[in-house]
């Protein structure tokens, strides 16, 4: 006789409120693309036309995909959108894959090497990224590969106001395995509350429906958060949670039975209802019942994305399947410019290789997907197109080819004044920074004066 599954009340739950939501926004058209033009290779620039986009897109204040580093160097602090805000703990490091992915090893041992970026009080934020734990290595405080804590364990992400907001300040784990059982969005100030009543949201469950972290792969966890309005702490929020791997598939939860700030109601709170930080990753357990295997603990990140404010669940993404709710994997792309009829991106490989078919979505505000878009990832990549090609001498002696055009622009007096105007300003369309890495400074300005025409 086949058992009854204890938690059948809770997804069939989970179903009920996703599909309300979907209900209540069926009224908004969906994106729909009807091109994409450029080269879709990695770091590379495309085009994006259709319609129905929205006219304004994401705040991206931040991705790293950690490409820049070399295995077993300290992770800088400028990341190709954007910049950390700072570290704490042992320096967090670039840890090289098999196949020459780099990553981020924020998770060590029995040491912390937290990854953190402060940013302008929000009440809305859309979060994803790529983790893993490396083959033979372990989940925080457990005796062997492949199998999950006894007790509260990690902390993934950790969003909060002020940098002590962890101890109770508007602090959300995203997501937390906080009770040896299952993943939850839930933190100290337990500002998730459904009928005034604190109550995380469950994200993923080991042997349930919902399950989705796999040992043996790249998982991706994506989360918006959205305040009730106009009242956070009386009015209810929305929350969508995705987990990913190619293992268990794509879970998605959505919430909005649920405050998410609960104001002044501990001795580290304020009545102030904001985000103003988030901490890469947020606390893992050493010195447990398992002690003794702290060593081989360890944790690996890539492709953390963060938008914030409205508009921060619109997005592009690119999957593995014609349906956006089909893909098993998803990478997420850094818009460059928006409007609701074409959009100009920064491709982002992500777990995805040269060579493999893929469809692009855009995801409008309201988490409307387009259909796929089919597109195939090129051979060719942002260090590619920036190489200058070097003529050939020929092997019988005679003159050699003509010089080629060169692929580096020459700079003037005026790309030098866009430099001084935008002095140490981050951003994704600033005109002084001329090498793309998010920030204008002494390295933009090194390569003007490298190509002054």
């Given at each position: ?5 204890p938690m059948?009340?809770?997804i069939?739950?989970a179903?009920m409120i ?7 926004f069926?009224?908004h ?8 033009s450029?080269t ?9 036309s259709?319609?129905?986009?929205g006219?304004?897109g994401p ?7 950690f490409?820049?580093?070399t295995d077993?160097q300290?992770?800088?602090l ?7 805000s700072?570290v704490s703990?042992n320096?967090?490091i670039?840890?090289a ?12 041992g ?8 402060n940013?302008d009080?929000v009440q809305e934020?859309?979060l994803?990224?790529?983790i893993?734990i490396?083959?033979?290595y372990h989940f925080?405080?457990t ?10 364990a990690?902390?993934?992400?950790w969003?909060?106001?002020g940098?002590?907001?962890y101890?109770?300040d508007d602090?959300?784990?995203?997501p937390?395995w906080g009770n ?5 969005l839930?933190?100290?100030d ?10 995380p ?5 080991p042997?349930?429906?919902?399950h989705w972290?796999?040992?043996s792969?790249?998982n ?6 959205k305040?009730?309005?106009?009242d956070?702490i009386?009015?209810?929020?929305l ?12 879970k998605?939860?959505?919430?909005t039975?649920?405050t998410?700030f609960?104001g ?5 709170d304020?009545a102030?209802?904001?985000w103003?930080r988030l ?5 893992h357990?050493s010195?447990?019942?398992?002690a ?5 603990t360890?944790?690996l ?12 669940q ?6 593995d399947a014609?349906?956006y709710?089909?893909?098993?994997k ?8 928006w409007s609701g009829?074409s959009i100009?991106a920064?491709?982002r490989e992500?777990?995805f290789?040269?060579?493999?078919q893929g469809y692009?979505?855009?995801?409008d505000?309201?988490n409307?997907p387009?259909?796929?878009?089919p597109?195939?990832?090129s051979s060719?990549?942002?260090s ?19 010089d080629?055009?060169s692929?580096t622009?020459g ?7 866009n430099?001084?105007?935008e002095?140490?300003k981050s ?8 090498n793309k890495d998010?920030t204008v400074?002494s390295?933009?300005l090194?390569?003007?004066m490298?190509?002054?025409?």
């Amino acid at each position: 006789m086949k058992k009854k599954n204890p938690m059948k009340a809770h997804i069939m739950s989970a179903v009920m409120i996703a599909s309300s939501f979907i209900f209540a926004f069926s009224a908004h058209a969906a994106p729909s693309i009807s091109g994409v033009s450029g080269t879709v290779g990695n770091g590379l620039t495309i085009t994006v036309s259709g319609t129905d986009f929205g006219d304004s897109g994401p705040n991206v204040i931040l991705f790293d995909n950690f490409s820049r580093g070399t295995d077993g160097q300290t992770i800088t602090l400028p990341a190709p959108v954007g910049n950390w805000s700072g570290v704490s703990g042992n320096a967090p490091i670039y840890e090289a894959e098999d196949g020459g992915n780099i990553a981020g090893r924020l998770v060590d041992g029995d040491v912390s090497r937290q990854l953190q970026i402060n940013f302008d009080p929000v009440q809305e934020i859309f979060l994803s990224y790529r983790i893993r734990i490396p083959e033979g290595y372990h989940f925080p405080n457990t005796s062997q590969p492949g199998t999950f804590a006894p007790d509260s364990a990690w902390k993934m992400a950790w969003i909060m106001d002020g940098s002590s907001g962890y101890r109770g300040d508007d602090d959300i784990c995203l997501p937390t395995w906080g009770n040896g059982t299952y993943f939850s969005l839930i933190g100290n100030d337990s500002g998730i509350k459904k009928d005034g009543v604190a109550n995380p949201l469950q994200v993923g469950r080991p042997g349930t429906e919902n399950h989705w972290f796999s040992f043996s792969d790249w998982n991706r966890f994506s989360v918006h958060m959205k305040a009730g309005n106009p009242d956070p702490i009386l009015d209810k929020g929305l929350i969508f949670a995705q987990g990913l791997s190619e293992e268990f598939g794509q879970k998605t939860i959505i919430a909005t039975d649920r405050t998410l700030f609960d104001g002044d109601d501990n001795v580290n709170d304020n009545a102030i209802s904001q985000w103003t930080r988030l901490n890469f990753s947020g606390w893992h357990r050493s010195g447990g019942v398992n002690a003794v295997y702290d060593h081989m603990t360890r944790g690996l990140y890539d492709d953390i994305y963060l938008a914030t404010g409205s508009n921060s669940q619109a997005r592009i993404e690119i999957g593995d399947a014609s349906v956006y709710s089909d893909s098993t994997k998803l990478t997420i792309i850094t818009p460059d410019n928006w409007s609701g009829t074409s959009i100009m991106a920064t491709v982002r490989e992500g777990g995805f290789s040269e060579g493999e078919q893929g469809y692009l979505f855009v995801v409008d505000s309201n988490n409307n997907p387009s259909v796929g878009y089919p597109i195939t990832f090129s051979s060719t990549s942002e260090s590619d197109a920036a190489t200058p090609v070097v003529p050939e001498e020929p092997i019988d002696g005679s003159a050699p080819n003509p010089d080629p055009i060169s692929t580096t622009p020459g700079y003037s007096v005026s790309d030098f004044a866009n430099i001084l105007l935008e002095w140490m300003k981050s951003g994704t369309s600033l005109q002084g920074d001329v090498n793309k890495d998010g920030t204008v400074n002494s390295m933009d300005l090194g390569v003007i004066m490298s190509n002054w025409e």
